[in-house]
Antibody, heavy 121, light 107 residues
Framework: EVQLLDSGGGLAQPGGSLRLSCAAS????????MSWVRQAPGKGLEWVSD????????YYADSVKGRFTISRDNSKNTVFMQMNSLRVEDTAVYYC??????????????WGKGTTVTVSS | EIVMTQSPATLSVSPGERATLSCRAS??????LAWYQQKPGQAPRLLIY???TRATGIPARFSGSGSGTEFTLTISSLQSEDFAVYYC?????????FGGGTKVEIK
């Protein structure tokens, strides 16, 4: 069974940092791109970032570019999101998701349960 | 950036009735569109990809259609477990973008 276990959320102060993790199982991890999608309280879904299976190609939403860094360790079947210079507006549930490749882009076929990030002073 | 607009924001439907949800894109593309279902306190679940292909395990009462700028998700006969929020997502271009969601509630 494909499973994603996201963790690392918590309370951070504005300007602070957090590191999210997502442990994957049940599929050949290095063969799939992975993404992070967030959902602010009471709001819709917002794609944040994704990373290719090799880890060499990454994309970011403008709202987090230069502050967040996605990475992966294929030996540990884990994807990470280093979140620096956090802002109040980064408060959200963060979901990791497994992506399926198409010639044009990626959609998310399996999602983690989410980890909550709260940025507040 | 492709902006995705969903309508209506809320749809009130009786169990057993048909529900039609719309998703409009600000730029035209062929079929790189997915639909997700999200229930309160849960992660989203993939329903449809390629605009019209049901994901594994998704009941046949869910169907997707459309291309260009207009896409539709149809639920042929609403079951109690279908009351949820539905999101469309385009994956034709980065950044990947979602619509604002349609909440399907019990009438």
């Amino acid at each position: 069974e494909v499973q994603l276990l996201d963790s690392g959320g918590g309370l951070a102060q504005p300007g602070g940092s957090l590191r999210l993790s997502c442990a994957a199982s049940g599929f050949t991890f290095s063969s799939y791109a992975m993404s992070w999608v967030r959902q602010a309280p009471g709001k819709g879904l917002e794609w944040v970032s994704d990373i290719s299976g090799s880890g060499y190609i990454t994309y970011y939403a403008d709202s987090v570019k230069g502050r967040f860094t996605i990475s992966r360790d294929n030996s540990k079947n884990t994807v990470f999101m280093q979140m620096n210079s956090l802002r109040v507006e980064d408060t959200a549930v963060y979901y990791c998701a497994k992506e399926v490749y198409t010639q044009s882009g990626y959609y998310m076929d399996v999602w983690g349960k989410g980890t909550t990030v709260t940025v507040s002073s | 950036e492709i902006v995705m607009t969903q309508s209506p924001a809320t749809l009130s439907v009786s169990p057993g009735e048909r529900a039609t949800l719309s998703c409009r894109a600000s730029q035209s593309f062929s079929s790189n569109l997915a639909w997700y279902q999200q229930k309160p306190g849960q992660a989203p679940r993939l329903l449809i990809y390629g605009a019209s292909t049901r994901a594994t395990g998704i009941p046949a009462r869910f169907s997707g259609s459309g291309s260009g700028t207009e896409f539709t998700l149809t639920i042929s006969s609403l079951q109690s477990e279908d009351f949820a929020v539905y999101y469309c997502q385009q994956y034709n271009n980065w950044p990947l973008t979602f619509g604002g969601g349609t909440k399907v509630e019990i009438k």
